[in-house]
């Protein structure tokens, strides 16, 4: 299995069990932004695919890029809420993934 496919029934069994209404997740090369996410539930998803960096960072970009989008299935807005369920999806997505959650990396990157 690829890391697009991984990440993408990750993706879908999390927001079946957090009730997430999502209705696709597509990988596609944006120009502005990680990810996008709208109201009706598509998301979109852009994979990090610089070669110099680490292949478990570039991983861990991805899972805070899925789990951005997820989050703004329950708030679509940038609230301290927001940002609190991001951050437990973040832990269960890379769970359910098979990774180690270790402190912060710091994540440069524009999310909407
Ligand atoms: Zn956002």
């Known amino acids: 299995m690829t890391w697009k496919d991984e990440l993408l029934s990750a993706a879908r069994e999390l927001s079946q069990k957090e009730n997430l209404s999502l209705r696709s997740i597509t990988f596609e090369s944006l120009k502005r932004a990680q990810g996008l996410c709208s109201s009706t539930g598509d998301i979109k998803i852009k994979l990090h695919t610089n070669r110099l960096m680490e292949l478990e ?51 440069a990157g524009s999310y909407r």
């Open 57 to 107: 960072v570039r991983k861990f970009h991805d899972v805070r890029t899925v789990s951005h989008e997820l989050a703004h299935l329950k708030h679509f807005n940038h609230s301290e809420a927001f940002w609190e369920y991001q951050r437990e999806l973040c832990k269960k997505l890379s769970s359910l993934l098979g990774m180690k959650v270790s402190g912060s990396y710091s994540i």
